[in-house]
């Protein structure tokens, strides 16, 4: 592999000098690293596990040669941003509580759960931590070296063309869409885009939607910038026309109930037009989607049971940080995942009994974990990182979040987006939900390069 392409230019050698044929190349690979990037339904699952779910497990070699080929010219660690350096003490951090509570339960004589050891199982989650931190690492690597932000744009915009594409022949071919691009064969009703369910989606289309309405900026002429919004825009709201998430639904209308107050200024009477405006939006979207929404979920509660395991995951991981509030690590965590799961199935029942008037519950896919290490895990992100890690996880959200606001704070199709995930964390998982990490990379390098320790970082030109 040819690394000239990992050294800054030198004050004699300006980027935009660098040769055009680099810039293609590096203008594919950001487009192949943006695809890898959605794709969240890897075949290679069924042979490796969960981490093989998304493909960019096979960019880990590249993501080492490029660190030490940056270590080597460099001699010293570059691109460091707060927001890396936060995620590396996390790592710290949780290394040292897994190894401690998985002293325990060896000292208790417990050294496996299910068909997998615990020490194993610790490292084998540690290393989603450590695949995010090189990813978003590379990504700053690969934003430097593009001198262009009409490339960037560009990339974005043919990676949203193919996700309309693939949302388009999902919807001609439902129920066995694309069967051959995802680890499973069986039918599927919903759009799911290149990941394993509806409900993993929503962000993937803020974060590619939001980051090329940025990026429109930074086109020539108004009318480029007028059609680039409006193809932004109508994508995504294809994508909510069609969508069966009732995660996304729920998390967009908080985030426009958010992003009402924060850029509506009530004391301006020329706000008046856009508070209107924003109202007959918000009651747009409630008439539309609510019924269909509160219909939804009351069946999903009676009848089936994704709603009633996401919630019961969470009150498990509530009951553990309670009862240990630094956290139970990485590997450990599947043993008190077990002796908390009836706790939290009795509490629901009362709780559902008390507020639906249901007297019983589909509680049979959360009792599949019992005893079970396959796919034992909390159905959100945040709360599954907090079981970990316990309040250092809160404060590890708190700094990353604080960061990333202040930032964004006068962008507002960035701020939307950043508020949509955070909300999504309730949701979704992290461990392989990289678009997320490619938002918080995307806002730390355009918009605090100040925080970074490399003084010789390209500036890219419009």
Sequence with gaps: MNASWLS????????????????????????????????????????????GRSPIILLFPVFIF??????????????????????????????????????VQFVQGTYSFGTENLLVKSMKVLMYFVLILFYIRHMYLVFSKIKSLKVIYGCFFAVV?????IMVLELLSI?????????????????????????????????????????????????????????AAGFFLFYTSV???????????LTLLVTMIKFLDFRKKKNFILLIAIVLALYWYIASFSAG???????????????????????????????HP??????????????YMNDAIELMSRVTYNAFGLSQINAGELLLYEGSDKNLGVKSGFFQWVMFGGIVSIAFFFLLAKNLIVKVKSTSSLFLALVFILFSLIFVALEIKYEVWLLFAFISFFMGRNETNHTNMPRVSR
């Design 8 to 51: 800054s230019p030198t004050p004699d050698e300006p980027i935009a000098q660098q040769p055009v044929k680099g810039q293609f190349f590096l203008a594919l690979y950001l487009c192949l690293l943006l695809l890898l990037t959605i794709y969240q339904d890897f075949p290679l699952v069924n042979m490796i596990g969960e981490i």
């Design 66 to 103: 490029c660190e030490v080929a940056m270590l080597a010219k460099h001699k010293k660690v570059t691109y460091a941003s707060k927001q890396q350096k936060y995620l590396f003490a996390f790592i710290l951090y949780l290394s040292f509580v897994s190894m401690v509570y998985i002293l």
């Design 161 to 165: 063309t193919l996700l309309l594409a």
């Design 175 to 231: 129920p066995d869409a694309l069967t051959y691009l995802h680890s499973g064969s069986s039918p599927y009703w919903r759009v799911r885009l290149l990941t394993s369910e509806s409900s993993t989606t929503g962000t993937i289309i803020v974060v590619y939607s939001a980051i090329m309405v940025y990026l429109t900026r930074y086109l020539s002429g108004g009318f480029a910038r007028t059609l680039s919004f409006l193809y």
């Design 243 to 253: 969508t069966g998430s009732k995660g996304f639904l729920i998390v967009m209308l």
């Design 293 to 323: 929404l509160t219909y939804s979920f009351s069946n999903d509660i009676e009848n089936y049971t994704s709603s009633y395991t996401r919630m019961g995951t969470i009150i498990i991981a509530l009951a553990t940080v309670f009862h």
């Design 326 to 339: 630094l956290g139970v690590g990485t590997g450990a965590y599947v043993t008190y995942f077990n002796e």
